[in-house]
């Protein structure tokens, strides 16, 4: 059975920093690329980072330099280092597995992300 468990959303202010943590369980970790994406109210799903196994990253325009995305493959975890967060930022934030081999893709449950004064 493959989990992908978040932790660490939560309400912070403007300019503050958050660390999402994405542990994985049931799949080959090593085998899939691992990304982060986000979606607010009203809006679609969009990426925001994501990393492969060799530790290549791709981030959105619009958190480049803000956020960094890293992965510990002997923890099966990904993590999402968020900076100086912008209300924008707010929305619920889903880890995702996304195989090399055959192609699957998983997600987490979830995690809220709200920036606000």
């Known amino acids: 059975q493959v989990q992908l468990v978040e932790s660490g959303g939560g309400l912070v202010q403007p300019g503050e920093s958050v660390r999402l943590s994405c542990a994985a369980s049931?799949?080959?970790?090593?085998?899939?690329?691992m990304g982060w994406y986000r979606q607010a109210p009203g809006k679609q799903r969009e990426l925001v980072a994501s990393?492969?196994?060799?530790?290549?990253?791709n981030y959105a325009d619009s958190v480049k330099g803000r956020f960094t995305i890293s992965r510990d493959n002997a923890k099966n975890t990904v993590y999402l280092q968020m900076n100086s967060l912008k209300p924008e930022d707010t929305a619920v934030y889903y880890c995702?597995?996304?195989?090399?081999?055959?192609?699957?893709?998983?997600w987490g449950q979830g995690t809220q992300v709200t920036v606000s004064s």
């Open positions: 049931g799949i080959i970790f090593s085998n899939h690329v």
């Open positions: 990393i492969t196994n060799g530790g290549s990253a």
């Open positions: 995702n597995a996304q195989g090399i081999i055959f192609l699957t893709q998983y």
